[in-house]
T-cell receptor
Framework: GQNIDQPTEMTATEGAIVQINCTYQ??????LFWYQQHAGEAPTFLSY??LDGLEEKGRFSSFLSRSKGYSYLLLKELQMKDSASYLC??????????WGAGTKLIIKP | DARVTQTPRDKVTEMGQEVTMRCQPI?????VFWYRQTMMQGLELLAY????????DSGMPKDRFSAEMPDATLATLKIQPSEPRDSAVYFC???????????FGAGTRLSVL
């Protein structure tokens, strides 16, 4: 079957670093996506990995290991506005996104 | 500023009534997805279209839900009759021909009383 696992909730401190992990099992693989969703808003695209390795984009980085079925999203220099849910999604062989349930990230001052 | 537009933003209706949600994808995008999001289930794919043709609607309750794309600038999702368990946020997302990134509309928050 197809499955995406990520932690339900994480808490971190403003200014710190947090890593959100995601493991996946899908039929076929055409990339791994991370989206950010603030409460009451739509998901917005953060990153896309299709090859192994680390992709850095400002304070956010995303890592992929295809052999391990594993990805993480790394957020540095956390700000209060980073409080949101972070959704991991895997694109399968039909180019459909299989979504994780999301990780709610709580930032404390 | 290209964006996916969904209407209405909020809808409150009574059980048994028909509900129609509309989506205007980003101009030039040829793939449109309909999702439903609840606290319990997360994001569920209901249906999607490519070049206006329905490719997969297996996630949609067939007896009451229908999705259409009458032209390249409009996708609709209809529920008839609506039930309280349909209460959720319904998102539309579109994808262009070159990249696989899905861009989401602001969603329709549906409450069925």
């Amino acid at each position: 079957g197809q499955n995406i696992d990520q932690p339900t909730e994480m808490t971190a401190t403003e200014g710190a670093i947090v890593q959100i992990n995601c493991t996946y099992q899908t039929s076929g693989f055409n990339g791994l996506f991370w989206y950010q969703q603030h409460a009451g808003e739509a998901p917005t695209f953060l990153s896309y990995n299709v090859l192994d390795g680390l992709e850095e984009k400002g304070r956010f980085s995303s890592f992929l290991s295809r052999s391990k079925g594993y990805s993480y999203l790394l957020l540095k220099e956390l700000q209060m506005k980073d409080s949101a849910s972070y959704l991991c999604a895997c694109m399968d062989s039909n180019y459909q996104l299989i979504w994780g349930a999301g990780t709610k990230l709580i930032i404390k001052p | 500023d290209a964006r996916v537009t969904q209407t209405p933003r909020d809808k409150v209706t009574e059980m048994g009534q028909e509900v129609t949600m509309r989506c205007q994808p980003i101009l030039g995008h040829n793939t449109v997805f309909w999702y439903r999001q609840t606290m319990m289930q997360g994001l569920e794919l209901l249906a999607y279209f490519r070049n206006r043709a329905p490719l997969d609607d297996s996630g949609m309750p067939k007896d009451r839900f229908s999705a259409e794309m009458p032209d390249a600038t409009l996708a609709t999702l209809k529920i008839q009759p609506s039930e309280p368990r349909d209460s959720a946020v319904y998102f539309c997302a579109s994808v262009g021909r070159v990249r696989n990134i899905q861009y989401f509309g602001a969603g329709t928050r549906l409450s069925v009383l």
